[in-house]
């Protein structure tokens, strides 16, 4: 990457400003130890799972929403989202009085649809893929003048991504490894773009499901590609494209991505639930389940972000069978 695309990365500034913007209306989540007991020594969990709205989105979503001028918000605002941006997004603008449409697969998990509709947001559903979302939210956004939440292809999402990196190195200053799940890419960029500007030393690596593995694709050809399909049962981690500007960072910031099977995310599930006693969604597991399977180093201090938990009762139940 030259030094010209460098500079077009979110920086430190623009993510301390962020955690400033968007520390009244989100959790600082803990950072705990992934078992009570010693077996997993070095080991640490970041609860976003424990966020408002239930997953790390609101950070973004509410970086995004808190910038925009009183007549953006008059006029409200959309998103297209598999669930927990469409949730967050919902979230900060009940919380602000600002109208909210939510474009959703229809393949969305009903527990994702509720919440959003919880916080008054009007859900459309259009399609099972990202790029179906996009259209018809882009559609609607032309059609009613409402101005655009991106989930991660955005400088603004990306900087309220990146507070969770600095409250990371605030509780685990010698955190040797991260563990981050991929989606879209825009938790992944902003935790990067934090980390390695203060700790350069620490290595960032991204997880996402064989089934959805459109960053790691990307990575290997140099460029964005765009997946025939996608399939997990991590559904929150299924766009078919990375970002343009979320691939910047991966390819400049990241030190590997990395896929997990289903079978290993359905299994750190159960391992959150029995051994650290977290309700976790897909999604948000698939991280454990990248870290659980590599050997670590002597004195490594090894992260994994718990990315979310919106998993419905029944579902959650099967997960956890053995």
């Not at 509720?114 to 996009?134: I, L």
């Not at 050997?295 to 919106?310: D, E, I, L, R, T």
């Amino acid at each position: 990457m030259s030094a010209a695309e460098f500079v077009d990365l979110v920086s430190l500034d623009a993510i301390r400003d962020a955690a400033r913007r968007i520390a009244p209306f989100v959790r600082r989540t803990p950072l705990v130890p992934a078992t009570d007991d010693g077996r997993f020594p070095g080991f640490w969990l970041k609860c976003e799972n424990l966020q408002v709205a239930g997953a790390f989105k609101i950070r973004g979503a509410a970086n995004m929403v808190r910038q925009l001028d009183a007549d953006a918000l008059r006029r409200g605002v959309i998103t297209y989202s598999s669930g927990n941006h469409g949730q967050a997004l919902a979230c900060i603008a009940a919380e602000l009085g600002v109208p909210a449409v939510i474009v959703m697969p229809s393949t969305a998990p009903s527990v994702k649809v509720d919440g959003a509709r919880a916080y008054g947001a009007d859900v459309v559903f259009a399609g099972t893929t990202s790029a179906d979302r996009k259209r018809e939210a882009e559609r609607i956004r032309d059609e009613r003048g409402l101005i655009m939440v991106p989930p991660f292809d955005h400088p603004w999402i990306i900087a309220g991504q990146g507070t969770l990196g600095l409250e990371i190195l605030e509780d685990v200053p010698d955190a040797t490894d991260i563990y981050v799940p991929v989606g879209g890419g825009g938790l992944l960029s902003g935790v990067a773009a934090a980390v390695k500007r203060i700790r350069p030393s620490t290595r960032v690596i991204g997880v996402e499901p064989e089934g959805g593995a459109k960053m790691s694709r990307s990575l290997a050809a140099g460029a964005p590609v765009t997946l025939e399909r996608t399939a997990s049962i991590a559904d929150g981690l299924l766009p078919v494209r990375p970002g343009d500007l979320t691939f910047a960072h991966v390819r400049a910031l990241v030190d590997d991505v990395v896929t997990v099977s289903d079978d290993a995310i359905a299994a750190a599930v159960r391992w959150l639930a029995r051994e650290s006693h977290l309700v976790v969604e897909p999604s948000g597991a698939a991280s454990v389940a990248a870290a659980l399977a590599r050997p670590w180093p002597p004195a490594s201090h090894v992260v994994a972000v718990v990315s979310g938990g919106n998993v419905a009762p029944d579902r959650f139940a099967e997960l956890v069978k053995t």
